[in-house]
């Protein structure tokens, strides 16, 4: 009985059609002061919002999960903040946005550090040989600090690269890419499960 399932959500419309709308956990990590808490805020304001998504009760979700309607298809992302300096244990989401500021090496060392744990993490719990990486998206928040930059582009791309991530810069205070970091993660989200289908 998906009603029992809290990774699909059973919904009924006006017009008595039941939809259901896949649940993915998606992991928010990142030093404290990276702007994880401002990047949800601008996720409540996506303009890629749900269909049955009555915008009104959103603000104050407490729950922080966001509906987005992607190539006709709603999803909800549940964002789960993790705002934490160190990974300790090993946690299991659909996908990991990995946050630091641009303005803050420490904060990129530490981001770095965290896709290292999680691909370690996906070692350990995969028996048989990974075909697909679970989705990390490595995000330079602050892109509006332009004067204050330290950590540049190249250096960052080139990480991620190196550790099979997408990348991506954005600002939460001025809105900008934020939108596209939640359709790409749910992109990525959607990839990764046709694999894993197949
Ligand atoms: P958290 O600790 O990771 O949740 O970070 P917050 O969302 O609380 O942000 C920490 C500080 O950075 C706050 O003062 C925010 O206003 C600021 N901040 C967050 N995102 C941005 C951004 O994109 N640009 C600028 N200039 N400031 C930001």
Same mark, same amino acid.
């Given at each position: ?9 059973? %919904?009924?419309? @006006?017009?008595?059609?039941? &939809? ?13 002061? *990276?702007?994880?808490? !401002?990047?949800?805020?601008?996720? +409540?304001?996506? @303009? ?8 009104? !009760?959103? /603000?104050?979700?407490?729950?922080? *999960? ?13 964002? %789960? ?7 300790? !244990?090993?946690?299991?989401?659909? =996908?990991? $946005? $990995? $946050? ?29 040989? %990974?075909?697909? &990486? $679970? ?6 928040? +602050? ?9 540049? +582009?190249? #250096? #960052?791309? &080139? =990480? ?12 939460? =205070? %001025? ?11 749910? +992109?990525?989200?959607?990839?990764? /499960? ?5």
């Amino acid at each position: 009985d998906d009603d029992d399932n809290p990774l699909v959500e059973r %919904i009924q419309t @006006e017009d008595g059609r039941v &939809h259901d709308i896949h649940v993915y956990q998606v992991y928010l990590l990142g030093m404290s002061g *990276t702007g994880k808490c !401002s990047l949800i805020r601008q996720f +409540k304001t996506t @303009e890629y919002r749900g269909i049955y998504d009555y915008s009104s !009760s959103v /603000e104050d979700d407490p729950d922080n *999960t966001v509906s987005i309607m992607l190539d006709g298809v709603e999803s909800r992302l549940h964002i %789960i903040n993790m705002d934490i300096d160190h990974l300790k !244990s090993s946690v299991a989401g659909d =996908a990991y $946005v $990995v $946050v630091y500021s641009i303005t803050d090496r420490h904060s990129f060392q530490t981001a770095l550090q965290f896709i290292k744990s999680i691909r370690d993490n996906e070692l350990v719990y995969n028996q048989s040989p %990974i075909k697909r &990486h $679970v989705p990390i998206i490595l995000v330079g928040n +602050k892109s509006d600090l332009v004067r204050k930059r330290s950590v540049t +582009k190249e #250096a #960052a791309r &080139h =990480a991620a690269f190196k550790n099979e991530c997408k990348f991506i810069e954005t600002s939460a =205070a %001025i809105n900008d890419k934020v939108d596209d970091l939640l359709a790409g993660t749910l +992109k990525q989200i959607r990839i990764n /499960e046709q694999f894993r289908n197949e």
